[in-house]
């Protein structure tokens, strides 16, 4: 793609991305007229959520990288933002209540910097080869979206990764379509959809060999990365 194609196509998405939001916010704030029984956008209501998605769409249109225009849009949309010292305290008591929930679960908690890593391998969370998550899982994903409502103002990024058996084009719909199904999970169990991003990667980002067994045990997992909303 050049660097022309790109610019356009990153401006259709901008535009796509703010005609939604209009329909989102204005669907969102109507009311009955109780003598005329028309729909009409309610003035307390709709004054707010319009408010909040002129912020959402100043926010896209920030220039920069995508993360800082999904920071920019979150925090114009009314999600609370961290700053300075306020940040690491913020994830340190994140991490502290995700080790508690998830301890005995299976799912490792790795800290990066202000970034948490939720590993949750693929053996204890989706039958072979699909892409449901297993009910018995279901009560660990509870505990992950009750830390996740709590500390609400960070992004939640859910990547799928597969090992390399098989052709690449299964693998990596496959690691999409986990991805999705754990982020569609925790959605229903409130977490603002707003702070969600899904990404499959196939077998492209290997954490051990394919060569053996237990090393493609390993690379099939999904990834829930955690990571503060900041202001500017």
Same mark, same amino acid.
């Given at each position: 793609? @050049? ?26 704030? @109507? ?10 956008? /309610? ?73 948490? !890593? ?24 509870? /505990? ?41 999970? !925790? ?46």
């Amino acid at each position: 793609m @050049t660097c022309e194609t790109r610019r356009g196509f990153d401006s259709m998405m901008k535009k796509l991305a703010l005609v939604a939001l209009c329909a989102t916010y204005l669907s969102a704030c @109507t009311t009955t007229d109780p003598y005329t029984g028309q729909q009409k956008v /309610s003035n307390t209501t709709g004054g707010a959520a319009i408010g909040a998605g002129l912020g959402a769409l100043a926010g896209l249109a920030v220039g920069g990288s995508p993360v800082g225009r999904r920071n920019a849009a979150l925090i114009g949309a009314g999600v609370g933002a961290l700053a300075g010292g306020a940040i690491g305290n913020y994830m340190d008591q994140q991490e502290s209540e995700l080790r508690a929930q998830l301890q005995g679960t299976g799912i490792s908690v790795t800290r990066a910097g202000d970034r948490i !890593i939720l590993n949750m391998p693929s053996n204890i969370t989706f039958p072979t080869d699909q892409d449901q998550v297993l009910p018995g899982f279901y009560p660990t994903l509870d /505990s992950v979206a009750i830390v996740l409502n709590k500390f609400n103002r960070t992004f939640i990024d859910i990547n799928g990764h597969t090992d390399s058996t098989g052709s690449l084009a299964h693998n990596q719909q496959l690691s999409e379509r986990r991805a999705a199904s754990v982020a569609n999970y !925790i959605g229903g169990r409130g977490v603002d959809q707003r702070r969600i991003s899904t990404m499959g990667f196939g077998p492209s980002q290997p954490v051990a060999s394919n060569a053996t067994p237990d090393g493609r045990a390993q690379n099939r997992r999904v990834e829930i990365q955690i990571a503060p909303i900041t202001q500017g």
